[in-house]
C-alpha cells in the first residue's frame, strides 16, 4: 500500500515537471530557452517517473534497467542539447532580444554560410 502511494507521488510529481516544461517550450521567447526547457525538466520528469516505477515495483532486476536507462539519459540529453544549440548558433538562430550577448563574443563564427566548402 505504501509503495503503491509512494510511486503514485513520484510518478505524478514527474508528469508536472514534464507539464511545466512542455508550457515552457511553448510560452518561452527563443529557440536557446526552449531548448534549455526541454533538457532540464524533462529529464528530471522521465527520472521521477521511473524511479515512482521501480518503487511500484519493487524488484532489484527493474532497479537495475531503471538505473541504466537513467544513466544513459543523463549522459545523452545535455551532449544532445549542446550539440543542437551550437548548430543553431552556426546556422545564426536569432536570440531573444534580451539576451545578453557578451559571453559569446569570445567565439568567432565563420561569415561563410553553412555547408558550403571555401576551398571551391
Do not use: C
Amino acid at each position: 500500500m505504501i509503495n503503491e502511494i509512494v510511486s503514485g507521488l513520484l510518478m505524478l510529481i514527474g508528469a508536472l515537471f514534464m507539464l511545466i516544461s512542455s508550457i515552457g517550450m511553448i510560452r518561452l521567447p527563443d529557440f536557446y530557452t526552449r531548448n534549455s526547457a526541454s533538457t532540464k525538466a524533462v529529464v528530471l520528469g522521465v527520472l521521477l517517473i521511473l524511479i515512482g516505477v521501480g518503487v511500484y515495483y519493487n524488484d532489484i532486476m527493474i532497479f537495475i534497467e531503471i538505473f541504466a536507462i537513467l544513466f544513459f539519459i543523463f549522459l545523452i540529453s545535455p551532449l544532445a542539447a549542446h550539440i543542437v544549440s551550437r548548430a543553431a548558433v552556426i546556422n545564426r538562430v536569432a536570440f531573444w532580444n534580451k539576451t545578453e550577448l557578451e559571453d559569446l563574443e569570445q567565439y568567432e563564427i565563420d561569415d561563410e554560410a553553412p555547408g558550403e566548402d571555401p576551398q571551391l
